[in-house]
């Protein structure tokens, strides 16, 4: 039973960085050959992917969102983090992780609001 759920701050004012942390539960994320991502929806946009290492093994960023955004994983403790600096209202969603265990896992998703 794989379960994974994000956490962090759900309020975060405008050029400072947002930083969450995926912790996943019934599988291993450090033994595992498939990839793990994130990915966000805010209203009128839908699914965004950010970024994510894949099974060939390459991390991988939104060309968008690139030059902002660092994905990193803690073996120890069978998490992966996203952080996003320079943060505007725009980057106001619904934040998710995914990992792919020869089967799509989701986090149930957290909110994240850019407002001063």
């Known amino acids: 039973q794989v379960q994974l759920q994000e956490s962090g701050p759900g309020l975060v004012k405008p050029s400072q960085t947002l930083s969450l942390t995926c912790t996943v539960s019934?599988?291993?994320?450090?033994?595992?050959?498939?990839?793990w991502s994130w990915i966000r929806q805010s209203p009128g946009k839908g699914l965004e992917w950010m970024g994510g290492?894949?099974?060939?093994?390459?991390?991988y960023y939104n060309p968008s969102l690139k030059s902002r955004t660092s994905i990193s994983r803690d073996t120890s403790k069978n998490q992966f983090s996203l952080q996003l600096s320079s943060v505007t209202p725009e980057d106001t969603a619904v934040y998710y992780c995914?990992?792919?265990?020869?089967?799509?896992?989701w986090g149930q998703g957290t909110q994240v609001t850019v407002s001063s």
């Open positions: 995914n990992v792919d265990l020869g089967s799509d896992y």
């Open positions: 019934g599988g291993s994320i450090t033994t595992s050959y498939f990839g």
């Open positions: 290492r894949v099974y060939d093994g390459t991390t």
